[in-house]
């Protein structure tokens, strides 16, 4: 059975409290236990992960990858701006990585535009709330694995 983590960063423990007119009122509990039973449907295990600390972010991705995880799901939130650590570390393990945000990341202040996590991985879902997850979560479990073999 692939194991994919789904890994979100700095604040987003915070959901449902933190600006709900941009991020929801869903909690990250919530969103876990949602996440879940998507998993259980698509036939893959997920183990969900969150910091506000970059380096225990950086250390469950080599975690992830050294247990062979099959992919990455990844909210880094304000580190999305800012990490040249987790960009390196994402290129460096090599693990599938869907970048996420709740919000339409394009759409708003000029420096929420520039991520420096989207160049090393497969995708990025933005805008889509919650939703985001769901398909990143789909993705992994019904292409990624087909994408890897083409290669």
């Not at 929801?24 to 506000?52: H, M, P, W, Y």
Request: proline share 3%; aromatic share 6%; hydrophobic share 40%.
């Amino acid at each position: 059975m692939k194991k994919i983590g789904i890994l979100n960063g700095v604040n987003l423990n915070r959901l449902g409290v933190r600006e709900p007119e941009i991020y929801g009122k869903t909690t990250l509990e919530d969103l876990e236990r949602n996440l879940e039973e998507t998993a259980k449907t698509l036939s893959v295990e997920i183990e969900c992960f969150q910091s506000n600390h970059e380096g225990a972010l950086v250390d469950k991705i080599c975690e992830w990858t050294d247990r062979g995880f099959s992919g990455l799901v990844f909210n880094p939130g304000a580190f999305t701006h800012t990490s040249v650590a987790l960009r390196d570390c994402i290129a460096g393990c090599a693990i599938p990585t869907i970048e996420v945000h709740i919000s339409n990341v394009h759409a708003r202040e000029e420096f929420r535009r520039m991520s420096l996590i989207a160049p090393v991985c497969a995708g990025q879902i933005v805008g889509l709330g919650l939703a985001g997850y769901d398909l990143a979560l789909f993705w992994h479990a019904n292409v990624n694995g087909a994408l890897l073999v083409a290669k």
